[in-house]
């Protein structure tokens, strides 16, 4: 399992992304639908302080300190600085809770900062928040996660695997390597349509989709299907699109309303998923 994702727009929005134990949002039902594996959550990462998108936080915070499980753990909070929705709702439940039995470490954070994640085998993780359009006065964050990996330079390709050991034992490894970086996810979090060049080549892009029809949209703060799709056709390398965030007016009309637009995709290889806005959603 990579993904576990609830999300209705208005409502409740929270996407676990299993391979970095993070958390994308933590709208109402988290600690109801997890359980205790909110010990697996290593961090939550909010995009903007929007009741829909923090109010399961108290209770993610308070499962933790009573749930079983090993209370070792810190729990890191990485959130857009100076949003202050956010920082009066942590203040109050830090305030509510003053001797929890772990560690609860705050972090705001600036756009284009390169958050660490994590390092294994030969590549290394981290999160670059940048900043997204969506209500006047909110301050609201899309992120990136970036891998770095090592891979042969160009020159030693063609050589057998003898060559490349002896390469090596004369040189070092790093003779032979070189760094290369890739966008393994890009979350558009509350957001008007994300622009190309921000998901150009990111391998999953999970984009919030309000609204299926543009017609139903009266302010310019959420995305519409159709700009979305617009969008991903003037990028490259997406090789898989999941769209949360939809309208519950939709619930029974995603096939129907979507199939015309998802058509217009069909010579690309790309993976479409609809979070429905009514069921969890587990890839
Ligand atoms: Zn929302
Ligand atoms: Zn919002």
């Known amino acids: 399992m990579e993904f576990k994702i609830y999300s209705k727009a208005l409502y409740s929005t929270w996407i676990l992304y299993r391979p970095e134990r993070l958390l994308f949002d933590v709208g109402e039902s988290i600690s109801s639908v997890l359980g205790n594996s909110v010990y697996a959550i290593k961090d939550v990462v909010l995009t903007h302080g929007h009741v829909d998108h923090i109010a399961g936080l108290w209770g993610l915070i308070n499962t933790r300190n009573v ?18 929705a956010i920082q009066a709702y942590l203040d109050f439940i830090i305030g509510m809770n003053p001797r929890l039995r772990y560690e609860v470490i705050l972090n705001p954070v600036d756009p284009n900062e390169e958050i660490f994640l994590r390092t294994a085998g030969n590549f290394k993780r981290w999160l670059v928040p940048f900043r997204v359009r969506h209500t006047p006065g909110e301050i609201s964050y899309g992120y990136h996660i970036i891998e770095e990996r090592k891979k042969l330079k160009a020159e030693f390709r063609s050589l057998d695997s003898n060559a490349i050991v002896e390469l090596v034992k004369k040189h ?12 393994v996810l890009t979350i558009s979090g509350d957001s008007y349509a994300l622009p190309p060049e921000i998901i150009d080549n990111s391998e999953t892009l999970l984009h919030e989709c309000t609204f299926l029809d543009g017609r139903d949209r009266k302010n310019q703060n959420h995305s519409t299907l159709e700009e979305i799709i617009e969008n991903v056709k003037a990028s490259n390398g997406i090789k898989r699109l999941i769209l949360y965030h939809i309208s519950g007016r ?6 129907r309303l979507s199939k015309d637009l998802i058509d217009k995709l069909e010579d690309r290889e790309l993976e479409i998923h609809f979070v429905h806005p009514e069921k969890l959603f587990v890839l």
């Open 67 to 84: 749930a079983m499980g090993d209370r070792k753990k810190p729990l890191r909070i990485i959130f857009p600085r100076g949003n202050r």
């Open 172 to 183: 070092g490894r790093e003779y032979i390597t070189e760094n290369f970086t890739k966008k």
């Open 250 to 255: 939709y619930t029974t009309r995603i096939k």
